[in-house]
Nanobody, 127 residues
Framework: QVQLVESGGGLVQAGGSLRLSCAAS????????MGWFRQAPGKEREFVAG????????YYADSVKGRFTISRDNAKNTVYLQMNSLASEDTAVYYC????????????????????WGQGTQVTVSS
């Protein structure tokens, strides 16, 4: 079992930045591909960014490309999402997720592909 806890959400003005963290316990994160997803009120959960087990491969949704950066520190068992140039449409609950994938370059983009999920952290962008 992998337990994931997100942090770093909050209220920020449009154009501002936030860094989300996802800390894992229970298993070493280095065996897992990781993803960030978000869900706005009344909408389905959507893929934001993903990273493979060693950070060699990353992938972003078109809506965040060039503004968000996913990274990981396996020694700290933590994955990050740096969010810059935030806009009101980025307002959502952000979730991190883990999918076993050691030695794979694959980045997973679908919710059904992930095995473990955190509880989420709220990001609110005021215009």
């Amino acid at each position: 079992q992998v337990q994931l806890v997100e942090s770093g959400g909050g209220l920020v003005q449009a154009g501002g930045s936030l860094r989300l963290s996802c800390a894992a316990s229970g298993r070493t994160l280095s065996s897992y591909a990781m993803g960030w997803f978000r869900q706005a009120p009344g909408k389905e959960r959507e893929f934001v960014a993903g990273i493979n087990w060693n950070g060699g491969t990353t992938y972003y949704a078109d809506s965040v490309k060039g503004r968000f950066t996913i990274s990981r520190d396996n020694a700290k068992n933590t994955v990050y999402l740096q969010m810059n140039s935030l806009a009101s449409e980025d307002t959502a609950v952000y979730y991190c997720a883990a999918k076993y994938g050691r030695y794979s370059s694959i980045v997973y983009t679908r919710t059904l592909e992930y095995d473990y999920w955190g509880q989420g952290t709220q990001v609110t962008v005021s215009s």
